[in-house]
């Protein structure tokens, strides 16, 4: 299984940013799929999750800005970051649940600067 995201970088508050993750070695069809975030010092935070019937939760500090999808077809899942905060500064991590077993990507660097 492998997971890759893209998509990170700096930007302005209120800037956007996509992140994007590409899956493999799993069914992604029925896999649920989530966004985690980990700032220094921090603990990591579920930022958002998706599952296989495209139902969506997100943590309160990111609803109405960002919004998790996926596109079966391609075996990726999205995250669109809109009127960033510089506390959303954090490596982000996309997440996969596939047969009880959680799976990590690398994670990419998301900085938001005011």
């Known amino acids: 299984v492998q997971l890759v995201e893209s998509g990170g970088g700096l930007v302005q508050a209120g800037g956007s940013l996509r992140l994007s993750c590409a899956a493999s070695?799993?069914?992604?069809?029925?896999?649920?799929l989530d966004w985690y975030r980990q700032a220094p010092g921090k603990q990591r935070e579920l930022v958002a999750v998706?599952?296989?019937?495209?139902?969506?939760n997100y943590a309160d500090s990111v609803k109405g800005r960002f919004t998790i999808s996926r596109d079966n077809a391609k075996n990726t899942v999205y995250l669109q970051m809109n009127s960033l905060e510089p506390d959303d500064t954090a490596v982000y991590y996309c997440?996969?649940?596939?047969?009880?077993?959680?799976?990590w990507g690398q994670g990419t660097q998301v900085t938001v600067s005011s």
């Open positions: 998706i599952n296989s019937g495209g139902s969506t």
């Open positions: 070695g799993i069914v992604f069809a029925i896999t649920v």
């Open positions: 997440g996969a649940t596939f047969m009880g077993r959680d799976y």
